[in-house]
Each structure stands twice: as C-alpha cells, then as structure tokens.
C-alpha cells in the first residue's frame, strides 16, 4: 500500500523532477501523481519496476503449474514420466538448441 506521503501532484514532480527521481531510487517505492487532485499516474524507479515485474511473472508462472499439478492429480491431463519427456525433447530438438 502506498503512503499518503508518496502522493504528489504533477506540477511538483515536473518542478522537481530530479529530487524527486533521486527520492524514487532511494527508497525504491513508488510515487502517484495527481491532476486536479485526482491520481493520474504512478511513476518508479525502473530497478524496483523490474523486480516486481520478476515477482508477477512468477506468481503467474508458479498458478500456471499449480493449476497443470492439480489437472494431473485429477486425471484432467496425461502425465508423462520424466525420462520419457526428456527423450522426447531431445529427439524434438536435437542440434536445434
């Protein structure tokens, strides 16, 4: 959850922008901008978007085979014993990797 303190208007970042970038990599939480006193925009350091970005793609990632885990469980899906698959795979992609 964003701090009221992390709440700016617009006019001030565009103002201030480089205190308010410096501001933005030290804590590395991120800013609402406001128009009109209505939140227009989030902006954050790009090294703190990245990680959360990493962590969304594997929530996303880890739901995907969680979900593939339980199909298997419920015999929604056929499984395939892993030295079958890996044979599979490297028949499929022999000299292609």
Known sequence: MTSVANIKPLTDFLRNSKSHIEKLRKSREPEILTVNGQAAVVVQDA?????????????????????????????????MPLGDAMAHFRSKYAGKI
Do not use: S
Not at 50 to 61: G, L, T, V
């Open 47 to 79: 090294a703190a978007y990245e990680e959360m970005a990493a962590r969304i793609r594997q929530a996303e990632d880890d739901e995907r085979l969680r979900r593939a885990l339980e199909a298997l469980r419920e015999g929604e899906e056929n499984g």
